[in-house]
T-cell receptor, first 113, second 112 residues
Framework: DGGITQSPKYLFRKEGQNVTLSCEQN?????MYWYRQDPGQGLRLIYY???????QKGDIAEGYSVSREKKESFPLTVTSAQKNPTAFYLC????????????FGPGTRLTVT | DAKTTQPTSMDCAEGRAANLPCNHS???????VYWYRQIHSQGPQYIIH???NNETNEMASLIITEDRKSSTLILPHATLRDTAVYYC?????????????FGTGTRLTIIP
């Protein structure tokens, strides 16, 4: 089955620790995205990548970092510099042609205490 | 991207058609209407999109008014699994316009 996988589903960390969230897709999509969702809110774009070895900041990139070494993978690191890291993190991918609809993974719920 | 307005919440009886409205009065000629839904604690799911013609797929139908200032998503035979938050998004579909701006959407509850 083609799709996007995110792991783990739930993640707990202590304040001051960096943590990396995994996102893998086997849809052969060129573009990948990371969003953050807070309770009762819409999604906010953190970073996106249109092609391997290239990525751009979204609206709330501060305190986050990404890499895109492979087409299939787009890991997100939440650093200790992120002031409010507890949130639901969603990864998505899309083609670079056609109607560009984005397909989302199941999400990772990160809790930092 | 154009702003959209949706009702905060709606109820629909199971088995009936659910009609979810969206206003996008400032839509531009090259902007598409997209619909996504998000079931609690899951990632959003793409449903359908259109430019100016009505569209139908296995999940839903999308009716766009002739002036394109509003649209309606129709779930023809709602089931309990259709309970979710539904988002209407208007955006230009091109490479380089990556951001999906999700508002607060419509919380649809299907009543048994």
């Amino acid at each position: 089955d083609g799709g996007i996988t995110q792991s783990p589903k739930y993640l707990f960390r202590k304040e001051g620790q960096n943590v990396t969230l995994s996102c893998e897709q086997n849809l052969n999509h060129d573009a990948m995205y990371w969003y953050r969702q807070d309770p009762g809110q819409g999604l906010r774009l953190i970073y996106y990548s249109q092609i391997v070895n290239d990525f751009q900041k979204g609206d709330i990139a501060e305190g986050y970092s990404v890499s895109r070494e492979k087409k299939e993978s787009f890991p997100l690191t939440v650093t200790s510099a992120q002031k409010n890291p507890t949130a639901f993190y969603l990864c998505a991918s899309s083609t670079s042609a056609g109607s560009y609809e984005q397909y989302f993974g199941p999400g990772t719920r990160l809790t930092v205490t | 991207d154009a702003k959209t307005t949706q009702p905060t919440s709606m109820d629909c009886a199971e088995g009936r058609a659910a009609n979810l409205p969206c206003n996008h009065s400032t839509i531009s000629g090259n902007e598409y209407v997209y619909w996504y839904r998000q079931i609690h604690s899951q990632g959003p799911q793409y449903i359908i999109h259109g430019l100016k013609n009505n569209e139908t797929n296995e999940m839903a139908s999308l009716i766009i008014t002739e002036d394109r200032k509003s649209s309606t998503l129709i779930l023809p035979h709602a089931t309990l699994r259709d309970t979710a938050v539904y988002y209407c998004i208007v955006r230009v579909a091109n490479f380089g316009n990556e951001k999906l701006t999700f508002g607060t959407g419509t919380r649809l509850t299907i009543i048994p």
